[in-house]
T-cell receptor, first 113, second 120 residues
Framework: DAKTTQPTSMDCAEGRAANLPCNHS???????VYWYRQIHSQGPQYIIH???NNETNEMASLIITEDRKSSTLILPHATLRDTAVYYC??????????????FGQGTILTVHP | GAGVSQSPSNKVTEKGKDVELRCDPI?????LYWYRQSLGQGLEFLIY????????KSGLPSDRFSAERTGGSVSTLTIQRTQQEDSAVYLC??????????????????FGSGTRLTVV
């Protein structure tokens, strides 16, 4: 699976949009971009994923560049409860990797009042 | 149930003892994964089950670790002769098969809350 690069940490003011970047320059054609987050002392929580089109759900939006080498997770109105470690992962849907997710160190997002 | 259930939530054991950790996946999720997370560290893949296929055990750190999945549902992770370095949160996740629906968009994992194992 392709490797991802994320900033170690980011800050965001409550009520503002949080934009979390991720680089995945070696992504291959059948690999999806997944985002998970982990709030302290809890298991990771799925947020969103996409292949090449931008995606939106009730939690967030995912913007994938046209060349697919990078993406941005957008939390439109961050709250204090969004403080967590955010993981960007690329993984294929099937084949020999069967979609195994390899978690890196992620981005520590701190939302402050 | 509605989510992935793991038990016990906390386990303290003496060094050298065996432990069993249980995972109940979401009904209908045929894929099941075990990860562990040591304090302040990222998630480490341990093992993967998919339907009747042979499990991928490539992440198991030693032969003291084993896992079973009975009837395609409940899974048990067993650690024999526990060591202090086994102390971690053990997380289970389940998902639909990666290629379902065929040609469709695969889903994400749903994780349980984990079992915090402390070996003293």
């Amino acid at each position: 699976d392709a490797k991802t690069t994320q900033p170690t940490s980011m800050d965001c003011a409550e009520g503002r949009a949080a934009n979390l970047p991720c680089n995945h320059s070696t992504i291959s054609g059948n690999e999806y971009v997944y985002w998970y987050r982990q709030i302290h002392s809890q298991g990771p929580q799925y947020i969103i994923h996409g292949l090449k089109n931008n995606e939106t759900n009730e939690m967030a939006s995912l913007i994938i560049t046209e060349d697919r080498k990078s993406s941005t997770l957008i939390l439109p109105h961050a709250t204090l409860r969004d403080t967590a470690v955010y993981y960007c992962i690329v993984s294929s849907a099937g084949g020999t990797s069967y979609g195994k997710l390899t978690f890196g160190q992620g981005t520590i997002l701190t939302v402050h009042p | 149930g509605a989510g992935v259930s793991q038990s016990p939530s906390n386990k303290v054991t003496e060094k050298g003892k065996d432990v069993e950790l249980r995972c109940d996946p979401i009904s209908g999720h045929t894929a099941l994964y075990w990860y562990r997370q040591s304090l302040g560290q990222g998630l480490e893949f341990l093992i993967y089950f998919q339907g009747n296929s042979a499990p991928d055990k490539s992440g198991l750190p030693s032969d003291r670790f084993s896992a079973e999945r009975t009837g395609g549902s409940v899974s048990t992770l067993t650690i024999q002769r526990t060591q202090q370095e086994d102390s971690a949160v053990y997380l289970c996740a389940s998902s639909l098969p990666r290629d379902r629906p065929p040609g469709g968009k695969p889903g994400g994992y749903t994780f349980g809350s984990g079992t915090r194992l402390t070996v003293v």
